[in-house]
């Protein structure tokens, strides 16, 4: 019964997450801005933080089912 709340709580946050690295990277490989506003390099960084945690995220609730 609780399985299908975590394994669409996970497959989410593996589209979320790796939707994010894959924007991120087709940004800075373009040289183009990730956030208005904030350096490349602090922008990039962030995003992918961003985007491993919600992989990991992903992974601990597709592994409680």
Do not use: I, K
């Amino acid at each position: 019964m609780e399985t299908g709340p975590a394994v669409f709580t996970g497959v989410v946050f593996a589209l979320f997450g790796g939707g994010l690295l894959v924007w991120t990277a087709v940004r800075a490989r373009q040289r183009q801005p990730v956030a208005h506003g904030v350096r490349q390099g602090v922008s990039v960084t962030f995003a992918t933080a961003a985007g491993v945690a919600s992989l990991a995220v992903a992974l601990w609730c597709l592994t409680r089912v």
